[in-house]
């Protein structure tokens, strides 16, 4: 039978408006993976670390049909799927077995070789709503063997409405952060246009602001500027219809940011870097090339533009010798 290529249904909000989530959503799965631990703990009770950083999997799932996932994480052994949703409706559970089913057959393949016997794995598997709050904890849906054994299936529903700001900080749940704007997308007109009620928002950013610029000063700064980011690109895009407060709250936000600032340090890092390489070049000295490529790498990490490891990788040598040539 011919492939068909199965795309996600997103009903209710516009396209647009959706596709801007999905994409604050990939790029924190994708480039910022350390955000997701707390919320796998969350939902599933487990207890991973920040080194138990997840490996992303393959999002394609080929069979009868190409099945397009949101994410699928593998930890210590254990695959997660994990859906990001910004509108619920009736079959999500659906679309969720057959996800899950397409990952699990695709999982089986790889043990036909061993002659064992086969054993089908579902993932563990999550919906992310990022608006809504309907009470309903999880999705179901009966599954029915012709032998007369019926297994119900269930999937762990975690909504970014049912977390206040304390709850998001006390749970390490910075992920969900991006998303918080949507819990006012519907009263955007009257918050406009009443004083009392624009306080309140801009008080509630406010605190998200003061905890983030306390966080910063005890940990890295740059994982709390690209959390900064993704919410102002979120913010911009809700409120985009109301200049008032979308001015209000990017002006608490720190304005608007046009990219990660950890890829932006990174982008810098390799500029400078290639023009040490050009210089060293031009210079033509092999010695002369080698000392300036260490002192303006031991430069860079003085200034915090890049870490001693990366120095270390570039020049070839171990993290304990940069540092003593370095003398850091």
């Known amino acids: 039978m011919e492939k068909q290529r199965h795309k996600k249904r997103k009903d209710g909000a516009s396209e647009g408006n959706n596709r801007i989530l999905d994409d604050v959503y990939r790029t924190i799965v994708q480039k910022l993976p350390f955000f997701v631990i707390p919320v796998i703990n969350e939902v599933f009770g487990t207890d991973y670390t920040e080194d138990d950083l997840p490996d992303q999997l393959r999002n394609e799932q080929y069979g009868e049909k190409t099945v397009i996932t949101d994410s699928i994480l ?3 052994g ?3 799927h994990i859906e990001c949703q910004s509108t619920e409706d009736r ?3 659906i679309r969720m077995f057959e996800y899950d089913t397409a990952i699990a057959l695709e999982s089986t393949r790889n043990a036909f070789a061993t002659g064992e016997e086969i054993h089908v794995r579902f993932p563990h ?3 992310l709503y990022v608006r809504g709050s309907k009470p309903q904890s999880e999705l179901t849906a009966v599954v029915d063997f012709p032998s007369g054994e019926s297994i119900r299936y269930k999937v762990p529903v975690i909504r970014v409405a049912d977390f206040t700001v304390q709850d998001i900080f006390d749970r390490g749940l910075l992920m969900l952060l991006p998303y918080y704007i949507l819990r006012y997308e519907g009263e ?3 918050i406009e246009i009443d004083v009392a009620k624009q306080e309140d928002l801009s008080s509630e950013y406010r605190r998200i ?3 983030l610029r306390y966080s910063e000063e005890n940990e890295r700064l740059d994982r709390f500027a690209d959390i900064v980011a993704l919410m102002v690109r979120v913010i911009d895009h809700v409120l985009r219809e109301y200049d008032i407060l979308r001015e209000g709250v990017d002006e608490i936000m ?9 890829e932006r340090l990174r982008r810098e890092a390799d500029e400078k870097w290639r023009k040490i390489e050009k210089r060293s070049e031009k210079r033509g000295e092999k010695r002369g090339e080698k000392l300036g490529r260490l002192l303006a790498l031991s430069d860079l990490v003085k200034d915090g533009t890049i870490t001693a490891d990366t120095a270390a990788k570039k ?3 171990s993290v304990k010798a940069f540092k003593k040539k370095a003398m850091l």
């Open 188 to 190: 955007a007109k009257a």
């Open 254 to 262: 720190g304005g608007k940011v046009l990219e990660l600032y950890s």
């Open 315 to 317: 020049l070839g040598i």
């Open 209 to 211: 602001s003061d905890i």
């Open 74 to 76: 593998r930890i210590r």
């Open 91 to 93: 079959q999500m559970v």
């Open 125 to 127: 598997s999550a919906v």
């Open 78 to 80: 254990k695959t997660y």
